[in-house]
């Protein structure tokens, strides 16, 4: 149970609650200070003892940035939405939070989801259903460059296709796996396949809930 506040507190953190659920980030010092008609002193006392009794953090002492708690003491379900983009085409030579050919974003949740530059890409086809990955859902995925053998990857084959598959560094070939035995494994030299993300999440498309 969360410690009582006190009125002061409470008139503060009713305000804090307003400013992020109407513009999407908490205010200054100064700007809290001056609506509520008290110190620039007084309320970062204040926002310290909110702090202390687990009604939100910061992520430093003279940061503008504050997390409303929840009683299980992690960060409110609306302040937990992040958005990144869906990748549209893949552009060859530029990483994958860079590519410019967004084909709009999805919202995902930030607590769940908390690596840098994320990005999601378009599932198509049936070739990876047996993991439960289907034909339009999104792959939530981190940038990288390499893979460990058994990682579900997106893979840029001859710099022209984008595809997610189950990644295997062989002697002599790359092989990227299907998750569907109606599929065949696909081998490729090691010049053909850049290896441009790891797949650590997805977001259900139309397919899986109808």
């Known amino acids: 149970m969360q410690p009582t506040l006190t009125?002061?507190?409470?008139?503060?953190l009713d305000y804090l609650q307003h400013e992020i659920t109407t513009n999407g980030q908490a205010p200054s010092l100064r700007?809290?200070?001056?609506?509520?008609?008290?110190?620039?002193?007084?309320?970062?006392q204040i926002l310290k003892a909110l702090e202390e009794k687990s009604y939100l953090k910061r992520e430093g002492r003279y940061s503008r940035t504050v997390h409303l708690l929840n009683r299980a003491r992690e960060t409110s379900a609306s302040q937990r939405w992040r958005e990144v983009p869906i990748i549209g085409r893949v552009t060859a030579g530029l990483p994958m939070y860079a590519q410019t050919e967004w084909d709009g974003s999805a919202v995902l949740d930030a607590a769940v989801f908390r690596g840098q530059n994320l990005f999601a890409l378009r599932v198509k086809g049936q070739s990876m259903k047996n993991i439960g990955i289907l034909d339009g859902d999104l792959a939530i995925c981190e940038p990288r460059q390499y893979a460990q053998n058994g990682e579900i990857v997106v893979a840029l084959i001859n710099n022209e296709e984008a595809t997610v598959k189950r990644f295997f560094l062989r002697k002599k070939y790359i092989e990227l796996r299907p998750e569907n035995t109606d599929y065949a494994p696909l081998r490729y030299g090691f010049d053909e396949i850049l290896v441009q993300g790891k797949v650590i999440g997805i977001q259900r498309g139309p397919e899986g809930i109808k």
Do not use: E, F, M, Y
Not at 7 to 12: E, F, P, S, W
Not at 31 to 44: C, D, E, F, P, T
């Open 7 to 12: 009125a002061k507190q409470q008139r503060v």
């Open 31 to 44: 700007q809290a200070a001056a609506v509520l008609g008290v110190s620039h002193a007084a309320i970062a």
